[in-house]
């Protein structure tokens, strides 16, 4: 069974940047897709970023131009860079994989916090 583990969240002050990574238990065939979702108190879990198997990025609108996704295929390995943090980028943040063999899995881990402070 293919687990991931995301580490890097913490306290920060407003402004402040933090990165999260997602390590992945194994090389697996057929990702089509890597992600990153948050989910805030009381909220809906979010999309905000994701990166294709070709490299093609996409973001939620309200962390473009401060975020960046990555991720090192050797080190089965996915990065999301956040810079200029806000107060409303608190949240737990989970990390996905979106994978295609004879049929459509995906997997999720159990999310790292984030806070900002103000």
């Known amino acids: 069974q293919v687990q991931l583990v995301e580490s890097g969240g913490g306290l920060v002050q407003a402004g402040g940047s933090l990165r999260l990574s997602c390590a992945i238990s194994?090389?697996?065939?057929?990702?089509?897709?890597m992600g990153w979702y948050r989910q805030g108190a009381g909220g809906q879990r979010e999309f905000v970023a994701a990166i294709a198997q070709n490299g093609n990025t996409a973001y939620t609108t309200s962390v473009k131009g401060r975020f960046t996704i990555s991720r090192d295929d050797a080190k089965n390995t996915l990065y999301l860079q956040m810079n200029s943090l806000k107060p409303e980028d608190t949240a737990v943040y989970y990390c996905?994989?979106?994978?295609?063999?004879?049929?459509?899995?995906?997997?999720w881990g159990h999310g790292t916090q984030v806070t900002v402070s103000s």
């Open positions: 194994e090389t697996i065939s057929g990702i089509r897709a």
């Open positions: 996905k994989l979106e994978v295609v063999q004879t049929e459509y899995h995906d997997y």
